[in-house]
């Protein structure tokens, strides 16, 4: 399949069905008024990787953002992380993301959460940012990449548009020692448009782009620190949203099944996680 060809798949995937409709009523349900949500409460939903919440925020202890910086958030689906990275670190972050219903959605809650002089959405691809070199002082990703075949050319687009000096922060599903995966799962519906690659492989495209690593953790180790993290994803009634809705509402009707399928795949050592954060050299 060509690049093309994946990301219409990719696109179809993410964007099957009416999003913020879905979103602005599980929020109403819950007792949420959606133009007053904020970012706490939307938590539960909008961070769409393993570990939820807790997952950002160790991937940004690793970068340590400081106010004012640019981040680019790359694949950043409706936006959670990147409205996160701009009301707790002060960023201003611009999201790059292929699935026009996931930046429509991300564009109404960002503008719920009062962010839209901060958080952007660019509807556009990772394999082709649509961004001048050295723009930005973070490039960032989680999730994304495992839609994504030719990770290479990701890795030297990141690297292309860091300053020098920039850091690069990846937070992955990678592939286990046992394959195949069993599908569905939440990022495909079947193999055409998922790639996972071994943690070591991950790596050594990262370092041929161009990076050197800072911080790298892999597979239960990671996922052990990230289950006791003490900002762990926050309850429902921390949240305020009641048990039904979260971030399963992003997966369509068979989220059970894909969810079912990651915590099987994980198990059976088919699929782990990885995350590192890299300097461009
Ligand atoms: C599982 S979601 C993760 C969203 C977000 N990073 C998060 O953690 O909340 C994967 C996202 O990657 C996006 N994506 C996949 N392939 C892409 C590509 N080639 N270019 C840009 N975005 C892509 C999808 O549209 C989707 O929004």
């Known amino acids: 399949m060509s690049d093309d060809a994946t990301e219409r798949s990719v696109s179809d995937h993410y964007g099957a069905w009416t999003l ?5 009523k599980a929020l109403r349900g819950a007792g949420i008024e959606p133009a007053h949500a904020t970012v706490e409460q939307l938590a539960a939903l909008d961070h769409f990787h393993s570990f939820g919440l807790a997952g950002t925020l160790e991937l940004a202890r690793r970068v340590a953002p400081t106010p004012g910086q640019r981040v680019l958030d790359v694949g950043g689906g409706i936006g959670g992380p990147a409205r996160l990275l701009a009301s707790r670190y002060g960023c201003a972050v611009t999201v790059l993301d292929l699935t026009p219903a996931f930046c429509q959605a991300g564009e109404t809650l960002t503008g719920w959460t009062h962010l839209s002089d901060r958080v952007s959405f660019v509807c556009g691809s990772a394999l082709d940012m649509p961004f001048s070199d050295s723009d930005f002082d973070v490039v ?25 000096g920039g850091r690069f922060a ?17 990022w495909a519906n079947d193999p055409a448009y998922s790639f996972l690659l071994p943690p070591d492989e991950v790596r050594a495209l990262v370092s041929a782009a161009g990076f050197t690593a800072l911080s790298w953790a892999t597979g239960p ?9 003490p900002a762990a994803p ?5 949240s305020g949203i009641s048990p039904g809705p979260g971030v399963a509402l992003l997966m369509g009707a068979d989220a059970d099944v894909k969810i079912a399928n990651t915590m099987r795949n994980t198990k059976e050592g088919r699929m782990t996680i990885g995350m590192g954060v890299f300097a461009r050299v």
Do not use: C
């Open 140 to 164: 960032w990703t989680q999730h994304a990449a495992m839609n994504i075949s030719d990770k290479s050319r990701l890795y030297r687009e990141a690297h292309r548009v860091l300053k020098p």
């Open 234 to 238: 926050p309850s429902p009634a921390d």
């Open 221 to 229: 180790e990671l996922a052990a620190g990230l289950q006791s993290a």
């Open 20 to 24: 913020i409709e879905t979103i602005e």
């Open 170 to 186: 990846l937070f992955d599903v990678m592939a286990g020692p046992n394959q195949p995966i069993h599908f569905p799962v939440p």
